[in-house]
């Protein structure tokens, strides 16, 4: 049995560290504008590098070193701040952590790779790429880590004594419903979501959003990435079982049953979900757009993560075709609220999160209001989901705000309408034969520009 499960539980990881790497980056590319792609998929590609490293350094001491299981001592457990977030720096480094532990540091590691990448897609085109890494240490310290904690770590989300569930609805010891968010709608999603909106408005608009077109530069790269998630997302969920007894022949009648469920929640609602962007696009557009299909893809996939294993098959259709029709109307809001959510990370991870994580108030076949089980269940998940909305929303603005009076966050003008690639990177992600966009070279310590091919003037770019 745990032969079986650790080989899983590195095939999980395996998965997960896919969907940044290619399958985000190849996702966000294709969204972008041709003169932005290497940018967005760098900035996908960096988040791996920087986070992966700070995960090691202190970000699993931080989210687990408190809990038994996952102490070198397991007599005398990590310190642990208000059931906010554990020491950084009891296991730094991974010191003391056990080698039988290493499975679940890359498992939880890809999880907070991934987040932080998430929130690129609100701020695409027009940061700098130094500003962007040094966003991320701190985001991730500040917001993601004791998240994280605070759902997964045996902190204030869960289902402990004097946590938040524990606190609305007492029990024996521990909450009696206790908070339910499978692999992450609250610790990823909603945290992603509500960071992309904040740094959306801190930063501003791109130039000439609303008045020019900003359309995709190459959705067959969108429809590869989305696939790619779709793919890698079986790690995602499936990966995040949690073992409720120690007995072995139980974990199996676990395993073998949760694992199939969790899969099949999964794959349901992710199709029932595209097809409700598509339902959406065709009554509101006349057509139903492949940027639509590879939309609700991930829709689907991020309301189903905090529910998967707790609704039916029915309920995971059920959850799904309501995601993808609540964000495909999700993501013209910017428009009309002036927001520049350049790759739409709030209407899909911060609506498809809430979605999912307060629908389960709803449809968990044991705790639901549609199931007769009453409203706790609802009356927590909604708490616990308008707490993740604060407490990132707060870390994020901190983070923000400090590179912004500091480092600075826009490139400059003639940088962005020229193309964030050459500008950031000194690449273009298309050499044809003639040029593609500004070019800019160095004669005599002057600044020279290339001529800008009519093509690229006049090409569709997003």
Avoid at 346 to 352: A, K, Q, R
Avoid at 379 to 395: D, I, K, N, P
Wanted: hydrophobic content about 50%; overall charge negative; glycine content about 14%.
């Amino acid at each position: 049995m745990y032969d079986g499960y650790y080989t899983w539980m590195l095939v999980s990881a395996s998965l997960v560290l896919l969907m940044t790497a290619p399958g985000l980056a190849l996702f966000y590319g294709g969204m972008s504008r041709s003169k932005s792609v290497l940018n967005m998929m760098m900035m996908s590609f960096s988040a791996l590098g920087v986070v992966g490293i700070v995960y090691a350094l202190w970000g699993w001491s931080m989210t687990y070193s408190s809990l038994d299981w996952a102490a070198a001592d397991a007599e005398n457990p990590g310190f642990e701040f208000a059931k906010l977030f554990a020491s950084p720096f009891d296991q730094f480094g991974l010191s003391d952590t056990l080698p039988a532990n290493y499975v679940f540091v890359a498992f939880q590691l890809t999880f907070a790779v991934i987040t932080a990448a998430l929130i690129s897609g609100a701020i695409a085109d027009r940061v700098k790429f130094s500003s962007w890494l040094v966003f991320l240490p701190l985001w991730v310290t500040l917001s993601y880590f004791p998240l994280a904690h605070q759902v997964w770590g045996g902190g204030f989300l869960s289902g402990v004594q004097n946590g938040l569930a524990d606190l609305v609805f007492s029990g024996d010891g521990g909450a009696l419903v206790p908070p339910i968010d499978y692999a992450g709608g609250t610790v990823v999603h909603i945290n992603a979501g509500v960071a992309g909106l904040v740094l959306a408005l801190l930063i501003g608009v791109r130039r000439g959003f609303g008045k020019e077109p900003m359309k995709p530069h190459n959705l067959t790269l969108t429809m590869i990435g989305a696939g790619l998630l779709w793919f890698g997302w079986f790690g995602f969920n499936v990966g995040s079982i949690v073992f409720t007894s120690a007995d072995e022949d139980a974990m199996l009648a676990q395993y073998t049953t949760e694992t199939g469920l969790v899969w099949i929640n999964t794959t349901l609602a992710t199709c029932a979900a595209m097809l409700g962007w598509l339902l959406i696009e065709k009554i509101r557009d006349g057509k139903g757009t492949s940027l639509g299909a590879a939309s609700g893809v991930v829709a689907g996939l991020v309301a189903i993560t905090p529910a998967c294993g707790s609704l039916s098959p029915l309920g995971s259709m059920a959850l799904g075709v309501v995601a993808g029709g609540l964000c495909a109307l999700a993501v013209g809001l910017k428009y009309r609220f002036g927001y520049d959510d350049s790759l739409d990370v709030v209407g899909v991870h911060l609506v498809g999160g809430l979605i999912g994580t307060i629908g389960i108030g709803f449809l968990s076949t044991t705790t639901g209001l549609l199931y007769g089980e009453g409203v706790k269940q609802l009356v927590v998940q909604v708490l616990v989901a308008l707490y993740a909305v604060l407490w990132s929303g707060v870390a994020t603005l901190i983070v923000g705000l400090a590179i912004k009076y500091t480092m600075g966050w826009r490139i400059d003008e003639e940088s962005e309408v020229e193309g964030i690639d050459f500008a950031e990177h000194g690449e273009s992600a298309y050499e044809l034969g003639t040029p593609t966009g500004a070019r800019r070279g160095l004669t005599g310590g002057s600044s020279v520009l290339a001529t800008e091919s009519s093509t690229e003037k006049e090409g569709a770019s997003a």
